[in-house]
């Protein structure tokens, strides 16, 4: 079916989210809790939000909690991105 203007919305926002993340330049080893707002603060904008992690599913074996490294907001994963991750 057609999408309606708030499914329009809401995928727009997340694409930008999608750009802000994959565009970003940070330094090898930062925590993914650090780069997390990059990829949520268009849909903050807009009053929305996700209640899990950034790029949930996504992953070399597609696991949903696949590690060492996880891109969200909680704080205690502490393990730093590093280049091929």
Known sequence: GEPTEFQ???YTRVLKG?????????????PGFMVDSFARSSLWRGGLDYRHGTGHG???GLNVHEGPCGIS????????IEKGM
């Open 58 to 60: 996504v992953g070399a």
């Open 18 to 30: 999608h750009i802000a993340l994959s565009t970003l330049v940070f330094p090898e080893g930062i």
């Open 8 to 10: 329009r919305r809401c």
């Open 73 to 80: 907001a909680r704080y205690t994963n502490t393990t730093g």
